[in-house]
């Protein structure tokens, strides 16, 4: 079975259930033919008795008779009948009384001590036929039996060939749906051969390929979106890890060319020991920088399966900004920045705090990283139905409208970062953020205006 196609398969399985469902139908169609005629053998049976009961009398000493012995005679000696009925009287001990001419030396059969009619079947001279044997009662004695009996080789003709007429009719109604079913099953599958044919079609080279969607909204129409939607996802996660690739190298270079050429210049000729500590001091904070960076590009490579990890718990979350601010202590005293906190209520969310954590240090770092001197950043913390909004909101340089949507691809700067190297940064941290936010099923937005400030939101469920 296994080494059958799909569409042979689809034919086999087709086939079993279209014969069990013949094998029903024609059994069922022969059993009503045979109660039919059953019924109506029966019935003409019935009325045998009742006819001939009426002609029958009894005597004071309970012998039974024909009223008109000379009529009925008459009639077994001058009809003549397709359907002979045969007749036989007895005694309760089951003596013959009387008994039609045409059973000649032959004698229907006898139940002894049979108080209700009974129908049987047997055989008179090798021919089949059906007898209806009924007591007869005086003053609730039984004093005989009358026995009608039809032939009915022609009803057994009937069904035996109704039964050769299935037997024949199932094999090759079988066949013939055989192949009915190969070609609906070749129709079937047809779409899935079109599926497997672009499918095995797709590499590297062309990921843009898609599989043409059937006009029929069906299980295959829902395949071919679904590998579709697969493809996309498998397109971009390629496309990410190109230019991921492309950035990282080009952000591990450009310190590596840095330290370089600094080191080159310096051992060009003799210096004096201050310009030794002063080109191995900026060496030093180029290798920090690479180090943050290869930190920050790890991190990036771990968010992927980061939800198979995750320590969910009730969290403080004043208790982790707090610990978050006290990181940046040392920036804020030396630019004079000053923090306000609505801090009346104590705010408790279910999430990962490592994770958080790692956002709002993100998000915290940027706010300084962007305010003026003696500049104010207000951290507000709100409950808004069932989700906690908390806001870090900093009066710094902003953002452009035309860059919001693009601040959170990762190792993306802005124009003012770019012009200002005393900002330092790589461009991965509100990228990190966001990745993060999206593991811990937490909504951020951002708003910002030039020159007056920007707003970072998260939504917290």
Known sequence: MNNLSLKNRIAFFYIISAALLIFIVFFSIYNMVSITVNAKI???????????????????????????????????????????????????????????????????????????????????????????????????KIIGYLMVAVSIEEENAIQEKLISILLILFPFVLVLLFFIAQFIAGRIIKPINSIIIVSDSINNNNLKTRIPLPKNKDELYTLSKTINNLLDRIEN??????????????????????????????????????????????????????????????????????????????????????????????????????????????????????????????LISNAVKYSKEKGTIKIEIEMQGSKTILKVMDQGIGISKDEIEKVFNAFYRTNYANNHPEIKGIGLGLSIAKRLCNVLNIEIAIDSEENKGTSIILSIY
Not at 286 to 313: G, T
Request: proline share 2%; glycine share 0%.
């Open 42 to 140: 029966n019935d003409h049976l019935k009325s045998e008795v009742k006819e001939y009961r009426h002609k029958l009398s009894y005597t004071e000493d309970e012998k039974i008779e024909f009223i008109d012995h000379e009529e009925w005679e008459n009639r077994e000696h001058n009809e003549v009948s397709v359907d002979p009925v045969f007749l036989q009287v007895t005694d309760s001990e089951g003596a013959i009384i009387e008994k039609s001419v045409n059973l000649k030396n032959k004698e229907l059969l006898f139940e002894k001590n049979l108080k209700i009619q009974k129908i049987a079947n047997f055989k008179i001279s090798d021919k089949s036929i059906r007898q209806i044997q009924v007591p007869l009662f005086e003053k609730e």
């Open 237 to 362: 996660t390629i496309e990410r890890e190109k230019q991921f690739a492309s950035d990282a190298s080009h952000e591990l270079r450009t310190p590596l060319a840095v330290i370089k050429g600094t080191l080159e210049v310096l051992i060009r000729k003799p210096r004096n020991t201050e310009e030794y500590q002063q080109k191995v001091n900026f060496c030093i904070t180029e290798v920090d920088r690479m180090n943050n960076l290869v930190d920050q590009l790890l991190l990036l490579a771990r968010f992927e399966n980061q939800k198979l990890f995750l320590k969910i718990k009730k969290q403080n979350l004043n208790e982790l900004v707090n610990e978050v601010l006290f990181q940046f202590e040392d920036s804020l005293l030396e630019k004079q920045i000053f923090i306000l906190q609505n801090s009346e209520n104590i705010f408790f969310v279910n999430t990962d705090k490592y994770l958080l954590s790692i956002v709002l240090h993100n």
